[in-house]
């Protein structure tokens, strides 16, 4: 039997180590718990900068997306196109967006191979340009054929086709009010539209109505073949697939309306600026006279205005539906009609012509 003092200092040592064990499993339990509890903070933080750093990526990617737009307008010739282009160049620093006119050897409308694969890369990979707006009285050229993955958006306006020849014709003999001194290739005749149908002049054929269509077919051989059944199909379809938004010229400020409603940042304020300032009357043919219901009727009996005005009436179709479904109503607004140079392809030969193109009048500096 152990004497009383040493079974009392051997009960002390096993209370103390006892003691020893309890504090121990306690901040043990407590180290593993805080170390539970840092990373599962860890892991929070961890999260909360992986949200960050994708919100941020798709932040990035909506200017990026922003910054990217780019817009084609391959402009018909007198369509209303350049007061339409006054309030883009006039518009275009205050939103902070380039206009670059696209000029082509002789006004061609058609580029060669060679050249729509030089201006899709310039579109797509001219990154200091962006967001910009291309606009020049060339075909539709489709994108997808050269490889590259960004499309621009292509917009266009279009006008009743008679309308526009008889325009066209006076242009080239009197001009307009954009140019007034510029002496045109027609200067001197005086012969009226009724006269040169009468007369059945070369100036006057209803072939030469034939332009819109291929325009907005393309740059394949049958689209500019005068009279293609396939080519009005193909254009139709192209404008319903390619084309954002096609107006009509005698509806011009209900197009600038939806543009400015879907494209604001490029086109916030104009409708405001085309009808407080003087694009509204811009480049109005002069000495025009409309023909005759004599000379209309006459017109009417052709295939190519039979076919143009089908396309027509098919592009006005979708643009009131566009309207419609915006809640647009039309705007009444004054309008004058635009001219602009207007050169057809007329022989096979042109196409051997050394061709270029040139990007001009580039704003802001």
């Not at 990026?64 to 007198?78: A, S, T, W």
């Not at 050249?115 to 990154?127: E, G, I, R």
């Amino acid at each position: 039997m152990l004497p009383r003092t040493t079974a009392t200092r051997l009960f002390l040592i096993v209370l103390g180590l006892a003691s020893l064990l309890i504090v121990f499993h306690y901040y043990e339990t407590r180290v593993t718990e805080l170390e539970i509890n840092n990373r599962n903070l860890e892991d929070l933080v961890v999260r909360m900068q992986l949200q960050e750093l994708e919100s941020r990526r798709a932040h990035e990617k909506r200017l990026q997306v922003k910054d990217d737009l780019v817009i084609i307008y391959n402009r018909v010739p007198k369509t209303a196109s350049t007061s339409f282009m006054g309030i883009a160049y006039d518009l275009c620093k205050q939103n902070g967006f380039h206009v670059l006119h696209i000029n082509v050897t002789g006004n061609m409308h058609v580029l060669t191979l060679a050249n729509q694969a030089k201006f899709v890369l310039n579109v797509t990979q001219w990154d200091s340009m962006k967001p910009a707006l291309y606009h020049g009285h060339m075909a539709y050229v489709e994108f997808s054929r050269f490889g590259v993955s960004q499309r621009p958006i292509y917009i266009n306006l279009i006008r009743k086709p008679l309308d526009r020849l008889v325009s066209y014709y006076y242009f080239l003999r009197f001009g307009d009010d954009f140019r007034p001194h510029l002496v045109r290739r027609k200067h001197g005749n005086k012969m009226s539209f009724d006269e040169c149908v009468e007369l059945k002049q070369p100036d006057c054929d209803p072939d030469n109505m034939w332009l819109q269509i291929p325009f907005f077919c393309g740059h394949a051989a049958g689209c500019w073949e005068v009279g293609n059944e396939w080519a009005l199909a193909e254009a139709k379809q192209n404008l319903l697939r390619h084309y954002m938004l096609v107006g009509i010229t005698e509806e011009l400020p209900d197009f600038i309306s939806l543009l400015e409603s879907t494209l604001p940042q490029f086109f916030r304020g104009a409708l405001a600026h085309y009808q407080n300032s003087n694009r509204s009357h811009l480049r109005k043919t002069t000495q025009k006279v409309e023909p005759s219901l004599e000379t209309v009727e006459a017109i009417k009996q052709s295939k190519v205005w039979q076919m143009e005005n089908e396309f027509y009436e098919f592009a006005v179709e979708q643009f009131h539906f566009a309207k419609r479904r915006a809640g647009v109503s039309s705007i009444n607004a004054g309008l004058s009609v635009v001219g602009s140079k207007d050169k057809t392809l007329d022989k096979a030969q042109s196409q051997a012509i050394q061709q270029h193109f040139t990007y001009e009048k580039i704003r802001p500096k």
